[in-house]
């Protein structure tokens, strides 16, 4: 059975920091690529960052500069290392796999930052 489980959300005050891990079984995690992506509350779901199999990170515009994404492939696990944040970042958080044609999703976790 296939598994994505997000951890570490939570309310921080803007200008703090989160630390969010996705911890994935199931399916051979060193040949998918992993990301992050999140959805505030009346908006449609967005990308913030991905590592692909070759450790190749990518990140969306108002992620870059603040957010680190990692991977370590002996815990099958992503880390989302978010700094400075705002009140804009406030949304539930998920994690994603993909590798060869299929997509899977984890429940997410709620981060709330006030300002």
């Known amino acids: 059975e296939v598994q994505l489980v997000e951890s570490g959300g939570g309310l921080v005050q803007a200008g703090g920091s989160l630390r969010l891990s996705c911890a994935a079984s199931?399916?051979?995690?060193?040949?998918?690529?992993i990301g992050w992506f999140r959805q505030a509350p009346g908006k449609e779901r967005e990308a913030v960052s991905c590592?692909?199999?070759?450790?190749?990170?990518n990140y969306a515009h108002h992620a870059n500069g603040r957010f680190t994404i990692s991977r370590d492939s002996a815990k099958n696990t992503v880390h989302l290392q978010m700094n400075s944040l705002k009140a804009e970042d406030k949304a539930v958080y998920y994690c994603?796999?993909?590798?060869?044609?299929?997509?899977?999703w984890g429940q997410g976790t709620q981060v709330t930052v006030s300002s």
């Open positions: 590592i692909d199999d070759t450790r190749i990170t």
């Open positions: 199931g399916f051979t995690f060193d040949d998918y690529a």
């Open positions: 994603n796999a993909q590798g060869y044609g299929r997509d899977y």
